[in-house]
């Protein structure tokens, strides 16, 4: 084994083909904690199932305190935060975050990145090739304001519409409508009706995707962090 890190689970988002992002902030050090996501060797960069199971079975949960065997970091553009992971060990779930803690771990940059790129259904949802060329962070764990999540049909290209889980919400000032990605959230949601949701008291982590195959990378909420169970 080359090392490891110690981090809160503060991302475990699905990532195309059929795997996880997780991502979260070493150990419990407050707003300045360095940001660690954990990827593999693939390509794609996705944790498999098997790579993130803990020896009892189990799997790594939001707030649970996890112990990663890495090889090295491995900075990719603004993912500054990718480290390699040791494929050979196991994880260890060592303790778990509350989510009074979270505050301490909160993050408060001035805006998500750039601003001024938008999809057809998405509020400053995009960053363009050159803009995120100059960013030197893709993680980021916020408080929003005026917290909505929308579950509605969204078209695609030019097939029918499909059922999507998006939050809305304003941060500093700004507008921002996202598409979850937090396996956990989409659940719960999308077995209810198409409508928007009011949640008061809530946490989220945004991570910046890598380049898409348009060149753009996208703004995601990988986690939906609240007090009151979705």
Known sequence: MNDVVTIVCLANSRKPPSGRCIAGKEGTGGCSAKWVRPISIRPTHEISEEERRFEDGTTPQLLDLITIPII????????????????QYYWEKVGASTWDELGSL????????ANGNSTFHGSHDRVGATAAA???????????????????????YAGPPRRRVRAMFNYNGDYYSLIVTDPVAEQALLAMPDADYTVPDAYLTISLSEPHSDGDCYKLVAAVLARQPL
């Open 106 to 113: 909160l993050d408060h940059p001035p805006t998500l990145w």
């Open 72 to 87: 090295a970091p491995t900075p990719v553009g603004h993912q500054t935060e990718n480290v390699l992971i040791d494929a």
């Open 134 to 156: 100059s960013l030197r962070s893709s993680l980021l764990l916020i408080q929003p304001d005026d917290l909505r999540i929308r579950v509605s049909g969204e078209s695609q």
